[in-house]
Structures are given as C-alpha cells and as structure tokens.
C-alpha cells in the first residue's frame, strides 16, 4: 500500500544537538512538505518542496534545515538554533500542479529535548 | 491579513447529538476547502474537500461540509455523533493562485459525551 513514513515516532534529544527526522513516500507523489505541531496552534509550515532538489522556507525556517535529493525522500533536520523544538512534526506530500487533492500525511514524529 | 479562523477551541456535545464546526477564511477568492480530522498521536485524514460546484459536500464517516461563499465559511456538519468521532479537527484552505501550500487553522477539539 502507497503511504507516507515517518521515522521515528518518538525522539529524544539533548539540548545543542541537532537531529534529523526522516520522511519517505512510496505514492509517486512530487510535492513534500514539513509542519510543526503545538498544543492551540494549529499546523505551521516549516519548508516544502515541490521538485527534487529545490525546497522553499515556509512560515517558520529558522532553526530547520531540508534537503530532497530524491523523489521519495524530505528529511527534516532540527539543529541547535531551534531554539524551543519540542513539538510534534508531521510530513507531508501531494501531486503538484492545478489539480490538489489535498495532502497525505504521515503519522508524525514526536520531538522532545532534554 | 489572510487567515483561516476556526473560532471554537474546544466543543462537547453528547453521543447522538449533532455537530456543528465552525470554518471562516479571509481570502478575496475562494480558495480550495479541506476538513482533516486527527487522533491523538496520529497524523491527519482528510475527511471532505470543496474546490467547486456543488456548494454541499459529502465526505467519510457521514461528515458533510457546505460551502457560503457570502459568509467566507465552510462548516463541517454530522448528524448524530458517534463516541469514536472524539478526535481534532482542523479547517484548512489553499489560497486560489497559491502553489498549493495548505494553511490550517489552529484546529477544534471535540469532546463526546456518553
């Protein structure tokens, strides 16, 4: 079955370290995105891609670092400048173009610093 | 400034009774609509979406959603909850002439009484 996964579910990390969330589709699909989740806030868009080896900022890039050098794959990287990361990150893709259908979501990853 | 507001942060209603969300957008063309639903922990599923057309939509689980363009609102409906509806859900819209990025609002959480 086509899905979305997103490794792992629960991350620990210490603070100063960076760490990197991994984020894999199998539905073909070319547009990826990367939201942060907090209590009361809603989804707020980190950095989305909508073709291999170009990616844009979203609302909140500071602090994160993307890549996608391939098709399927968007890893998220939190590094020591995020300066409050503990929240839950969910992954994102759709097909581009005028036609959306929406998005497929993964099942998050939860990211606690300690 | 554009924004997508869903002014109920928390609702309860009892098991059976019916359910009303409230979705309002603040952008000069009517963008493309989505519902998304999520369990605790989980990532989101896309319950119903509005791009066209007929102004009431039908979407999984026996949600319904209708379209008011002189209201700028796209309310989520269900007759008769269930106790496995107990979840949150987020309105989200895609500005026409956007690149497809989805912004969300902050999400209402529903509560089902016995």
């Known amino acids: 079955d086509g899905g979305i996964t997103q490794s792992p579910k629960y991350l620990f990390r210490k603070e100063g370290q960076n760490v990197t969330l991994s984020c894999e589709q199998n539905l073909n699909h070319d547009a990826m995105y990367w939201y942060r989740q907090d209590p009361g806030q809603g989804l707020r868009l980190i950095y989305y891609?909508?073709?291999?080896?170009?990616?844009q900022k979203g609302d909140i890039a500071e602090g994160y670092s993307v890549s996608r050098e391939k098709k399927e794959s968007f890893p998220l990287t939190v590094t020591s400048a995020q300066k409050n990361p503990t929240a839950f990150y969910l992954c994102a893709s759709s097909i581009s173009g005028v036609e959306v259908v929406g998005y497929t979501f993964g099942s998050g990853t939860r990211l606690t610093v300690v | 400034a554009q924004s997508v507001t869903q002014p109920d942060i928390h609702i309860t209603v009892s098991e059976g009774a019916s359910l009303e969300l409230r979705c309002n957008y603040s952008?000069?063309?009517?963008?493309?609509l989505f519902w998304y639903v999520q369990s605790p922990g989980q990532g989101l599923q896309l319950l119903l979406k509005?791009?066209?057309?007929?102004?009431l939509v039908q979407g999984i689980k026996g949600f319904e959603a209708e379209f008011k363009r002189s209201q700028s609102s796209f309310n989520l409906r269900k007759p008769s909850v269930h106790w496995s509806d107990a979840a949150e859900y987020f309105c989200a819209v895609v500005p026409s002439g956007n690149t497809g990025k989805l912004i969300f609002g902050q999400g209402t959480t529903l509560q089902v009484k016995p």
């Open positions: 891609s909508q073709i291999v080896n170009d990616f």
């Open positions: 952008y000069g063309a009517t963008p493309y």
């Open positions: 509005y791009f066209s057309g007929d102004t």
